[in-house]
């Protein structure tokens, strides 16, 4: 059986209990590592469920899956997901791969940045659809995601924004020479994607995601040092919630004061909180 | 330290390593008992953590929460949450009303059905607003609900039907004699979700969720018994997906083939299923 374990949001004591059985009693053990990434290495992993893991990368799972699969109709192998396993589109594909070869699967949900933002104490059921902010170069500023937001905004609901992830991506001036280089990996903080979200505004001009828009970024969800910091979006353009993960949502106007009341506690300045929250509830 | 602790979906396996290392050690345990259960019951968690558990109804949480919090600044006090943590406003205002105390918090994340859904294939960040169905009776029978379907519905959306759970509910006939007598637990049914749509459809007439729209029915998420079952609301209406929890997912107009290749697996006919969906996709 192929086993779809999540390993939750922040390090080797984020899985379940019935994850870490399957995990230790599987064949082959892989660990999925480029769409999301722990706050601990795979040496920490492999002390803590006392066996070897194999890093995953994106070619392997998406190109060499038959390696994954081998043998899966007879032994437990376990692939392990940071966050819950049905966060990315590549494992809905690696279970239908496995349907294909009649290899049965199972899946050991977890939490997810998805409802892990419920930290921020906006109300997880008046989120809509989530979008990805990748990073811009000098040449490719994808901004389908405005659309997305100015449509969750029309019916007053916050919107997730997961913020992009660069790792073993090779170095494109070394490719060329017909050498593979990693570039060391990257990860977009939530001071990269206010600025970001600033400037695509100020080009579409909605007023949705403007300087004054109230957002929360969140760095390390469910560590010890969790961080929170709720302002405006070019406060958080200029803040620093210190090492990965960042996420970040935009408040959308139907609010519940008890969101208020929670989040104020993180705000960057309250009365400037307070302002961006009165002339949120204006737009209504 | 007030710890509010996710403990997934399923059964007592389903916490967190981390999770269970805090019940094991905190003075108090208190098991948050009405707006979700697991599939075990609390002998079986009292066994499984080697502890006594003590049942937080909706009254001892709402009303008398001071007993919860006492002492909670100086020792560890473990509020354990079906899911994760943050799927309902109640756990939010404890926290609120822990800060007013000056008792430090801490949460341990765990999967909510708000992603565990993802088990039909159907791509969670193409999800709108969640919504809570609540049994009709004869004189009472809300559709504010059908407003957010229409929303999420307008902008391609699927929409997260979270069913009404009974526990502990006094019996009004008994009440009027003085005497408190509680009804035995209740717990929506799909089949019975899909009833009350296609009725308040009838009534609304806006096409959304009709007897022809689709829809996935799922029950026990997590559990070995999982199911899953894609078809009209009608067929969902007259479907039987066993013991509780049930959850429904009314599917959006905008949808991916990946989505439609998973869930086709767990149709009920899948000639319907591929009418349904060619149907939907027409109104694009």
Redesign the interface.
């Known amino acids: 059986m192929l086993h779809f374990i999540?390993l939750?949001?922040a390090?080797?004591?984020?899985?379940?209990?019935?994850g870490?059985?399957i995990i230790k009693r599987a064949e082959r053990v892989y660990l999925e590592a480029y769409t999301a990434v722990l706050l601990v290495d795979k040496e920490t992993l492999e002390a803590f469920y006392g066996r070897s893991v194999i890093i995953a990368d994106r070619e392997m799972v998406e190109s060499s899956s038959d390696d994954i699969l081998a043998d899966a109709d007879k032994v437990d192998v376990a692939f392990l997901v940071v966050g819950?396993?049905?966060?990315a589109?590549t494992h809905?594909?690696l279970?239908?791969r496995a349907?294909e070869l009649n290899i049965p699967t199972n899946?050991?949900?977890?939490?997810?940045i998805?409802?892990?933002v419920?930290?921020t104490?906006l109300?997880?059921?008046?989120?809509?659809?989530?979008?990805?902010m990748v990073f811009f170069t000098d040449n490719w500023r994808p901004a389908s995601w405005y659309d997305k937001i100015l449509?969750?905004d029309?019916?007053g609901?916050h919107t997730l924004v997961?913020l992009d992830i660069k790792v073993k991506e090779p170095n494109l001036e070394a490719l060329a020479r017909g050498k593979i280089i990693y570039e060391p990996p990257r990860f977009m903080t939530v001071a990269q994607c206010a600025q970001q979200m600033i400037e695509i505004e100020e080009e579409k001009g909605n007023g949705i995601c403007g300087k004054d828009a109230l957002a929360v970024g969140v760095a390390r969800?469910?560590a010890p040092d969790q961080t929170i910091v709720a302002g405006t979006l070019e406060q958080l353009s200029q803040s620093d919630l210190g090492k990965p993960l960042h996420s970040l949502v935009l408040i959308g106007k139907n609010t519940?004061d008890?969101?208020r009341?929670?989040l104020r506690?993180y705000a960057v300045d309250p009365q400037t909180f307070d302002d961006a929250w009165a002339k949120k509830n204006e737009r209504k």
Do not use: W
């Open positions: 999540g939750g949001l390090d080797e004591k984020d899985v379940t209990v019935r870490l059985e819950d396993p049905f966060g589109t809905t594909d279970v239908l349907r899946t050991v949900p977890n939490a997810s998805l409802t892990g419920g930290c104490g109300q997880l059921y008046n989120f809509g659809q989530t979008i990805s449509e969750n029309a019916i609901l997961l969800v469910g519940h008890l969101e009341d929670y506690a």
